[in-house]
């Protein structure tokens, strides 16, 4: 039982590269997330989806898109990275209403 | 809009002292709060969880939190400092009812631990 699992752990991308993060659970839930960590701001949303075929904005989407693949797996996308876009991201799961599990962590670095 | 507080970007305490991390929220009714914890390089760890009726939840690794309608507070606690506890701890509270747990972050406190 992996849990939340995230790759790659460490991507560096140039301005106006694309690349997706990939997430994977294991855990049979409905509901996942993506947020991005930022020093001294704490956590924020990006996007999340309640269930399979569901997605929805949270507080900081710009720049970003989400797709569902199945109810496992659920990536994230930059089109056209930006500086501003260096950042920890988080993928987590969790049933509705209940804590949410977190993976590793993927640390983007865009130059 | 929900919002957490945590007003303690970083402390220091020595090992085997007491220690309290200090949560405040705003939200509109009673929501879902969290403790979280996260190592240097790690995702994230729940340490404990306050959904309904006892105000006092204990935690893992014996940390333990009492939730405070009428201070709108969830503060961490734990009676003994040990030196792998040094890491940073989030605050975090969630809406309720909803088809998902979407959770606002407090932006933590750094626990440093000295020997």
């Known amino acids: 039982n992996a849990g939340v699992t995230q790759t790659p752990k460490f991507q560096v991308l140039k301005t106006g590269q694309s690349m997706t993060l990939q997430c994977a659970q294991d855990m049979n839930h409905n509901s996942m997330y993506w947020y991005r960590q930022d020093p001294g701001m704490g956590l924020r949303l990006i996007y999340y989806s309640a269930s399979e075929g569901t997605t929805d904005k949270g507080e900081v989407p710009n720049g970003y898109n989400v797709s569902r693949l199945n109810k496992r797996e659920f990536s994230l996308r930059l089109e056209s990275a930006a500086p501003s876009q260096t950042s920890v991201y988080f993928c987590a799961s969790s049933e509705p209403e209940n804590e949410q599990y977190f993976g590793p962590g993927t640390r983007l670095t865009v130059t | ?115």
């Open chain 2, 1 to 115: 809009a929900q919002s957490v507080t945590q007003p303690d970007i970083h402390i220091t305490v020595s090992e085997g002292a007491s220690l309290e991390l200090r949560c405040n929220y705003s939200y509109g009714a009673t929501p879902y709060l969290f403790w979280y914890v996260q190592s240097p390089g790690q995702g994230l760890q729940l340490l404990l969880k306050y959904f309904s009726g006892d105000t006092l939840v204990q935690g893992i690794k014996g940390f333990e939190a009492e939730f405070k309608r009428s201070q709108s507070s969830f503060n961490l606690r734990k009676p003994s400092v040990h030196w792998s506890d040094a890491a940073e701890y989030f605050c975090a509270v969630g809406a309720r009812p909803g088809t998902a747990s979407k959770l606002t972050f407090g932006t933590g406190t750094r626990l440093q631990v000295t020997l």
